[in-house]
T-cell receptor, first 114, second 116 residues
């Protein structure tokens, strides 16, 4: 399977704990995106990378969120001091720059903060 | 502030008939519009797109119409098939300049059910 993979699929954590999610994009894709989706809503943009450079970060993203894409390959999204409002599906997507509108999404990581 | 709105949470259609999904947007800077489809337990998948310089784009059974003056777009599926049953998201982007490619603003989604 050469699609976008995300790990873990589900994460349950207690409020105040730190969590980290991993995304492996399609290998030849130079763009990588993180989105967040809550129940009944569409995906909401969080941040994106072109190769290893983080080019944009949503103003909605607090300082507790950080993302990295070392060497322009896989990416990690870390949430520090989790809050109940962080409970959501975290989606990773990748694309080619020339075909940017065709984002290939992973199946997501469902985070539940208790 | 919801810049992309899909006001119909759900739509039910008979197999073989036309499905019409609607989407409205408020940000006049949007110049590229997309539809994504999502099955349960999967991420969204790209379906079709349209640039603001066009008013129609067709791909097989799927056609997207754009009415810039009304800030409205629609997706037509003809004929509808049971396998089309999914959540459909409308999305928009500001593509001018290229720096925001892939930064999509999504609507809330419409659940389409196609009955055999």
């Amino acid at each position: 399977d050469t699609g976008v993979s995300q790990d873990p699929r589900h994460k349950i954590t207690k409020r105040g704990q730190n969590v980290t999610f991993r995304c492996d994009p399609i290998s030849e894709h130079n763009r990588l995106y993180w989105y967040r989706q809550t129940l009944g809503q569409g995906p909401e943009f969080l941040t994106y990378f072109q190769n290893e450079a983080q080019l944009e970060k949503s103003r909605l993203l607090s300082d507790r969120f950080s993302a990295e894409r070392p060497k322009g390959s896989f990416s990690t999204l870390e949430i520090q001091r989790t809050e109940q409002g962080d409970s959501a599906m975290y989606l990773c997507a990748s694309s080619l720059l020339v075909d940017w509108e065709k984002l290939f999404f992973g199946s997501g990581t469902q985070l539940s903060v208790l | 502030d919801q810049q992309v709105k899909q006001n119909s949470p759900s739509l039910s259609v008979q197999e073989g008939r036309i499905s019409i999904l609607n989407c409205d947007y408020t940000n006049s800077m949007f110049d590229y519009f997309l539809w994504y489809k999502k099955y349960p337990a999967e991420g969204p998948t790209f379906l079709i797109s349209i640039s603001s310089i066009k008013d129609k784009n067709e791909d097989g059974r799927f056609t997207v119409f754009l009415n810039k003056s009304a800030k409205h777009l629609s997706l037509h599926i003809v004929p509808s098939q049971p396998g089309d049953s999914a959540v459909y998201f409308c999305a928009a982007s500001v593509s001018a300049g290229g720096t925001s490619y892939g930064k999509l603003t999504f609507g809330q989604g419409t659940i389409l059910t196609v009955h055999p």
